[in-house]
């Protein structure tokens, strides 16, 4: 009973139509949440923390480096489990969600090699630094921009989905690699500032608006990756009843 | 505020140049991320829109036609 409603919800999830409509409400609380805890933590990070007792008010470029490098690794664990998904039960969905993640990981994670350089340079005294960390998230932005490449020279929709899915999961090898970096090295990299069991080594003033700022961050995810998803549901559905049905709606309204 | 007044929090004591960067850097991409993903949505929905009435317009001259004839 449970696993035939399981099943049901499953194929559901995997129909362009049912995503579609679903997530027109998702994308306007994803959009206002992201927008309401970025200005938030903003403002807190940047005016209100007080600043490192060794790092001074450098430790602040932490709220944008720390939430963009943990997203940074979540799009593209999204991509590997969607390529899973997509190539084991052949979803269309998912190869829709793999290409929604892509260009979004792929500036996050230049946004995070750069912030960490700019943190780099007050810090440790240079720009750039071949540590464990810095090295193995400079693969995974050339993982997003292998899969980008790919996706751009396959014009076949069938195989291009099923190259990037395979690219996609294969390279998740990488983010255990960037977790445990800082271990398995000697590094200038300082230990995760966060953990879900562990207590975080630093004071709730501190650590609190790197909180709002990880949950914007990912808010702002779930806004850009949903609205990508419903265009390219849009653009591959477009001769569909249904597509027909919700642009008469929209122009009516 | 942690700073006492806004010049001290411009130049955040020596880090002024590395925090402002990379919070610019950060405020770029979010936008650039916002506004290529928001576009592209509506500039499809406008183009659907576009389809379905040139469609329409086709299905009602097609009618007009066949009063006609």
Known sequence: MLSASFKRLWHKLGSPRWFFALTESWVKVAGWSALVLLVWGTIWGLGFAPADYQQGNSFRIMYVHVPAAMLAQSLYIGMGVAGFIGLVWRMKLTDVAISACLPLGMVITALALFSGSVWGRPTWGSWWEWDGRTVSTLVLFFLYVGIYALREAIADQELRARASALIAMVGTINIPIIKYSVEWWNTLHQPASFGLTQKPAMPSEMWLPLLVMVLGFYAFAGFVVLVRMRTEILNREMGARWVRDWVQARSER | ?69
């Open chain 2, 1 to 69: 505020m942690y700073f006492d007044s806004f010049g001290d929090l411009l130049q955040m004591g020596k880090h002024g140049f590395y925090v402002w960067t990379a919070y610019g850097a950060t405020g770029l991409v979010l936008l650039i991320s916002w506004l290529s993903a928001r576009g592209a949505f509506v500039k499809t929905a406008q183009r659907l829109q576009q389809q379905a009435e040139l469609a329409q317009r086709g299905d009602q001259s097609a009618q007009h036609r066949g009063d006609h004839t």
